[in-house]
């Protein structure tokens, strides 16, 4: 398999509206066709928008990919702004804006095929980037207050079946034969039974340097997830076994500050990577399509839960601020249990 292993650019130090001076109207002022609307913004709101985000990474300790979305959400509204008529979007202008303009932008996101969980997720982003906006003094206006949030369906977690979930684990170190490089199938399937066997995020496996590796009597780690929040997960034998084998495996040498898991160029391994492992795997092992990483996560909470775990505990193993998160996971066990009555019952 060939690996990849670039990322994306911080959000902070993005493209469009936040990047550099020179991208933008020479004058920071006008606009015109030549250089399109997503330059149309003035360099206060330029750098409100950078102070914005600055503050959601090192302040609230967001998550990249949430820094990425809501960069991408504010992108879109002030090129919508922008394409409305000739004038740049100023503070001034922003300070200004009524129900009706948030309205506006989006129903135009809605007709471009945006799902309601994606403009709740927007405009999420654009109420955060006002508040901060607020309390800098930079302006003050609330109207996207007026602005209900869209009426989300309930999302259930989608887990695998145990069986199959044994399969992914079981059958990952299969992939790195295949491949050029063979130690890489010991790596994923150490990931994988971190993911399944300890319930952790992909970002959180794969965050983890070489000193934090659960070796030997240590089989316990500490993980530091959403919003700075610690716990403790606990790793399997089988799970400290792969992490073993796939480290002795390993061509590159291993710093102890550095990461624990790399792809085959010796840097941190890219989350795609493993994306693209279970895309192969579904196809493999005749998986669901919801069979993605995030999965195995929502798989071990479903597994425990079904064993007679208390919820409080598997609350507290995924690293959930509210138990109304981890109930959740209640909802997907009933509907096992009233799917198992109904073939096993007589007069079902």
């Not at 030997?216 to 997830?225: A, E, F, H, T």
């Not at 606990?234 to 495996?249: K, M």
Request: hydrophobic share 40%; aromatic share 6%.
């Amino acid at each position: 398999m060939e690996e990849r292993s670039a990322l994306q650019p911080s959000p902070v130090e993005g493209e469009g509206i936040f990047a550099p001076d020179d991208l933008a109207h020479p004058d920071g002022s006008d606009c015109d066709d030549a250089y399109g609307p997503e330059t149309c913004t003035a360099p206060d709101v330029r750098d409100a928008v950078a102070g914005w985000l600055a503050y959601l990474r090192d302040a609230r300790r967001y998550a990249d990919n949430t820094l990425e979305a809501y960069e991408r959400d504010s992108r879109q509204f002030l090129a919508h702004l922008a394409g409305k008529d000739a004038r740049p979007v100023t503070l001034a202008r922003l300070n200004a804006l009524t129900p009706h303009d948030f309205r506006s932008f989006l129903a135009d996101r809605r007709d471009d095929g945006a799902q309601s969980r994606s403009l709740s997720r927007t405009l999420s982003a654009l109420r955060s980037l006002f508040r901060t906006l607020e309390r800098t003094g930079a302006l003050q206006n609330r109207s996207i207050l007026a602005v209900a949030l869209p009426k989300l369906p309930p999302r259930l977690p989608k887990p695998v079946t145990e069986a199959k979930a044994k399969e992914v684990v079981d059958e990952a170190a299969l992939d790195g034969e295949l491949s050029a490089h063979p130690w890489t199938g010991a790596r994923n399937q150490a990931v994988l039974l971190l993911l399944y066997g300890s319930g952790l995020r992909i970002s959180e496996a794969l965050g983890l340097n070489r000193k934090d590796a659960p070796l030997g009597p240590r089989d316990v780690l500490r993980i530091k997830g959403k919003g700075g929040r610690e716990r403790l997960a606990p790793v399997l034998p089988v799970a400290q076994t792969a992490i073993a084998d796939y480290i002795e495996q390993c061509p590159h040498k291993l710093e102890p500050q550095g990461p624990l898991f790399v792809g085959v160029k010796g840097g941190r391994l890219n989350p795609r990577i493993v994306q693209l492992l279970l895309a192969r795997l579904r196809t493999n092992l005749a998986l669901p399509a919801t069979a993605t990483p995030h999965a195995l996560r929502h798989s071990f909470a479903t597994h425990l839960l079904s064993r007679g775990a208390d919820l409080r505990v598997i609350q507290e193993l995924l690293g959930h601020a509210s138990l109304s998160t981890t109930q959740g996971y209640t909802a997907v066990d009933r509907d096992r249990l009233f799917q198992a009555y109904s073939k096993a019952h007589p007069r079902a």
